[in-house]
């Protein structure tokens, strides 16, 4: 995806697949029947795991990085640094990683063996998931424990501490790059604009898992903190963006790909890119 003067690459780690009414689990066949393009056979979710790369500008960012290389469960993560690989991207390229908020599967590869990973870059995260996480110990929940991954971001987050940086609200990060909270799945859950000239795209992080949740603003995911907040964040996310041409994608996307929110005979449907 080419956003002016900058270029925004998936970069995957992994992927697991799900059936759709475990992480949604107040939904039903009916619930999915008009969404089957986002699901497999027999109602499964396939879903990538990883983050994106935004180069330009002189800088290389990561906006989220994957599980890391220790899962027990075959192919959730550890591919991550051979993705950048392709992109011809080492890990000392890295600038600046930015995580939309600090839950096992987008912080696994902030370090390994106890060093960081991307030994030149500044790590960035709002200030309330840095608190829930780091400061509150908050554990990471069943599904960390299942699939082999530390329950604790600090065990992940503790090497890297000295080049921690953290944002609050709304702000400017980098040039031609903003945050914005959206809250929910996490306390500081954030979205990730990317602007210049006149266009623009977003990475929405797990504030939206699946495309889907754009178009049925009352569904609960299983993973979300504050269900309700959850909700009214993914509902204003589509009210914002409907019909604004604006590129959306997530890290739990299909297949990672950006797509737009657009209204057709009264409809809100998904067109991916």
């Known amino acids: 995806m080419r956003v002016g003067n900058y270029e925004i690459n998936p970069v995957k780690d992994g992927e697991f697949t799900l059936p759709a009414r475990i ?66 991207i080492k890990p000392d390229d890295v600038t600046d990683v930015l995580f939309s908020h600090l839950h096992f599967d987008h912080i696994g590869w902030a370090s390994s063996e106890g ?27 069943q599904m960390a424990e299942a699939v082999g991954l530390p329950v604790y971001a600090s065990e992940l987050l503790d090497p890297c501490n000295e080049r921690f940086q953290t944002w609050d609200g709304d702000a400017n990060v980098l040039p031609g790059i903003d945050v914005r909270h959206a809250p929910g799945h996490t306390p500081g859950s954030s979205i990730v604009v990317v602007s210049s000239g ?8 797990d504030a939206v898992h699946c495309p889907a949740e754009l178009l049925e ?14 909700k009214r964040t993914r509902e204003a996310l589509a009210k914002e963006f409907e019909g604004t041409d604006v590129p959306l994608a997530a890290p739990h996307f299909p297949d990672m790909q950006f797509g737009r929110l657009l209204r057709a005979d009264g409809r809100l449907s998904w067109v991916f890119d």
């Not at 960081?116 to 500044?122: E, K, L, S, Y």
């Open 198 to 205: 006149a266009e623009r795209a977003l990475l929405l992080g």
């Open 115 to 141: 060093r960081a990973v991307f030994a030149n870059a500044t790590y960035r995260c709002h200030a309330q998931d840095w608190d829930y996480f780091m400061t509150q110990n908050t554990h990471q929940g």
């Open 217 to 230: 603003s009352e569904w609960e995911m299983i993973g979300d903190v504050d269900v309700e907040l959850a």
């Open 23 to 88: 992480f949604f689990p107040k939904t039903t066949e009916e619930d999915w029947a008009p969404h089957q393009r986002f699901l497999e056979g027999d109602g499964i979710m396939r879903c990538p795991i990883g983050g994106f790369a935004i180069t330009g500008e002189g800088r290389v960012v990561l906006v989220d990085v994957g599980a890391g290389p220790s899962s027990t469960w075959e192919n959730f993560g550890g591919r991550l640094l051979d993705s950048l690989g392709t992109l011809g």
